[in-house]
C-alpha cells in the first residue's frame, strides 16, 4: 500500500468513514455483528450486558465473519505496553469495560495486535482496526489498579492496522448516574 493510499485511509477512518484499501473487501462493521441476532442488544435498562446474565455467558460467535477483513471502532484497552507504546490490546464498545465496569461478554470484545507498536495517549482511546477478524476464545490478563482481572475476549485481530478516531459510532454511553459516567466520550 503507498503512502498516498495510507494516508488517505487514516484520513477516512479519523472521518468515521468505510474505507477503500487496496482490499476491495474491507467491511465497516459494528458491535451488534458480533453477537448472535437473537442475543438482547448491548444496552438493558441503560446499563450495558455483561457475560453473566446471558444463557450463554456471551460465548456465541458470529461464524460468518471468520477470516474477512473488516474495521470495527471501539475503545482500546492496553494489555501490553511500555510507555506509550502499546504492543496488545483489548478492544471494547464502551469507555470503562472491564477495569471500572463489569466485563462485557467475550463475543464483544477484541483482542488486537497491531502490525506495528501502536502509540495510546489514554486508555479508552477511541480506535478503529482494520484486518482479518478471527473468532474464537482467547485469554488475557488485564492489570488493573486493584489487580489482574483475566478477561476472556472472542475474537482477535493479528496484524491489525490501528487509527485515532474521534467517534465510536455505536458507542454505550454510560447512564448520568453512573459513577463512571466521567468515561463518557464526548461526540463533538
Not at 451488534?32 to 448491548?42: V, Y
Not at 471501539?74 to 507504546?85: C, I, K, M, N, Q
Request: glycine letters at 6%; aromatic letters at 6%.
Amino acid at each position: 500500500m503507498t503512502n498516498r493510499l495510507k494516508s488517505a485511509s487514516a484520513l477516512a477512518v479519523a472521518l468515521g468513514l468505510s474505507i477503500a484499501t487496496a482490499s476491495a473487501e474491507t467491511a465497516r462493521i459494528f458491535w451488534k455483528d458480533l453477537r448472535p441476532a437473537t442475543q438482547p442488544a448491548a444496552e438493558s435498562v441503560g446499563l450495558p450486558m455483561v457475560a453473566a446474565k446471558m444463557p450463554d455467558r456471551g460465548e456465541t460467535l458470529s461464524l460468518n465473519l471468520r477470516d474477512k477483513a473488516v474495521q470495527l471502532a471501539g475503545y482500546a484497552l492496553p494489555l501490553d505496553r511500555d510507555g506509550d507504546l502499546v504492543y496488545q490490546f483489548l478492544l471494547v464498545p464502551w469507555t470503562g469495560a472491564c477495569s471500572h465496569m463489569p466485563t462485557p461478554p467475550p463475543n464483544q470484545i477484541v483482542l488486537v495486535t497491531p502490525a506495528r507498536p501502536y502509540r495510546m495517549s489514554q486508555a479508552y482511546q477511541p480506535v478503529a482496526v482494520t484486518g482479518a477478524l478471527e473468532p474464537g476464545m482467547e485469554k488475557s490478563q488485564l492489570f488493573i489498579l486493584d489487580g489482574v482481572s483475566v478477561i476472556q475476549s472472542g475474537y482477535t485481530v493479528r496484524k491489525a492496522a490501528v487509527a485515532n478516531v474521534d467517534l465510536v459510532p455505536d458507542t454505550i454511553t454510560l447512564p448520568a448516574n453512573s459513577p463512571w459516567s466521567f468515561l463518557n466520550k464526548k461526540n463533538n
